[in-house]
């Protein structure tokens, strides 16, 4: 018969501003990637989802508030983390082997995704501020859905026509 989804994990959903962003986010990321790293992401899937964590082999997140607040994160498994890299590196022109460097290059990719979500928002007359990027690779994340209303985006990642692998990108929305 389905999964029943609590009252609760809508009570103050916005329906019109959570699909501005998904949709947003949608063509944001696609447009990042081809643009800085000349990877394609095709978006295979999004849409709400219950999942009581986050725990990835590679996954960073980075928090913004103001006239509505939320998380993002950026996560993806080791093996597509390994491919992707060396794809990525290139731009920053550095090595991704030496120790932490891999991560930080992922943190601040989202980093520059969140600021080009600000500024999009902007446009719309929304004030909003980003916190520092926080790596969460190998940790889990428990989600309160008191607090959050949750939404995934799952893109496939080509370089030309070879597949690479999946790329997570996880919302969370205060209520």
Do not use: W
């Amino acid at each position: 018969m389905g999964v029943q989804v609590p009252l609760r994990a809508y009570k103050n959903m916005n329906p019109l501003l959570d699909e501005k962003i998904i949709l947003t986010l949608s063509h944001v990321l696609p447009e990042f990637f081809i643009d800085h790293f000349d990877i394609t992401l095709k978006r295979e899937a999004f849409g709400s989802s219950l999942n009581e964590g986050i725990c990835f082999e590679f996954a960073t997140k980075i928090s913004f508030e103001g006239d509505f607040s939320g998380i993002f994160f950026l996560s993806m498994d080791g093996a597509t983390k390994l491919k992707i890299l060396p794809h990525i590196s290139k731009k920053y022109h550095t090595d991704t082997y030496q120790k932490g460097m891999a991560n930080s290059i992922l943190m601040e990719i989202i980093n520059q995704i969140a600021a080009i979500f600000i500024q999009e928002f902007s446009y719309a007359k929304f004030k909003l501020s980003l916190k520092a990027p926080e790596n969460l690779s190998h940790k889990v994340f428990l989600i309160n859905f008191d607090q959050y209303r949750q939404y995934h985006i799952i893109f496939n990642i080509f370089k030309e026509t070879q597949l690479i692998g999946r790329l997570y990108f996880i919302i969370l929305l205060e209520k």
